[in-house]
Every structure is written in C-alpha cells, then in structure tokens.
C-alpha cells in the first residue's frame, strides 16, 4: 500500500469530522424545547470531540508528507429543528466516520506506525460509542 492511499484515506475521515463540527455546532444552536436540556450539551460536546479528533488526523497527513483537506465532507448538512430527525443525521454522520476509521485501522497496521494505529483507533472506538449512544438517544 502505498502512503498517498493512507493520506486519501485519513483526508476521507477528516472531511468527515470537519463536517461533523459543523452539523454538531448548527444542531446545539437549533435545539429547542425540553430536548435543549440533554441535546445542546450533548452537540456541543461532540463538536469538541469531532475537533479534537481532526487535529490528530490532519496531524498524521502532515507527518506523512500530505496535504490536509480544508473543505468538509460534501454531504448536505440538514436544516432541521426537530430533535429526532438531529438525532438521526448524528447517526449517519457517525456512522459514515465510524465506517472510514474502521478501514484506517488494517491500512495504518500495514504502515507499521504503531503511534498512528493507536490514535486512530482510539478515535475509531469514540466513533462507535457514538453510534451506539445516538442508537439509543434516538429510540
């Protein structure tokens, strides 16, 4: 394999995570009613998380001699002000991300860079308990 497939890859899941701020950041803003009690803290919390997640890959891109995506994953970020249909974007996006890391994991083990395979799967497994705690927010 070689490392421009590793950095397309890990520009994959920054494209992912740059947006996932966005849709975290216009969600926390965009909750109303009882749900802004759990959900707002809970967006705000996991745009943090999609940033800091963002700093390590474009910091592996970097390491690797690539160039970091700027622009966010092209997928449409939907406007909405009901908490259920929020709830089930943050479970595509997480998913989506969720999907690219799991992908990253085997690709980063053959590179043989064992700090790498440890910050992203690291951040893999933040990607599945988001899911599974989205799963069970949205039943």
Known sequence: MSTSV???????ALGWELRAINMYAHYASYIRGI?????????????????????????AIVKLGGVAVTERNP????????YLEMLAESLITETKAAEVYGELIP???????????????QIYLAEIRSVEELRRLAE
């Not at 590793?6 to 994959?12: P, T």
């Not at 998380?49 to 910091?59: K, L, P, T």
């Not at 997928?75 to 009901?82: D, K, Q, V």
Request: glycine share 2%; proline share 2%; hydrophobic share 35%.
């Open 35 to 59: 749900h802004r009690l759990q959900l707002e803290p809970h967006f705000s919390s996991e745009a943090t998380e999609s940033m800091v997640h963002s700093n390590i890959v474009r910091s």
């Open 107 to 121: 690709m980063i083990e053959e590179e043989g860079d064992a700090d790498l395979y440890d910050a992203i799967e």
């Open 75 to 82: 997928t449409a970020i939907r406007h909405t002000t009901s």
């Open 6 to 12: 590793l950095i397309e890859k890990l520009n994959q």
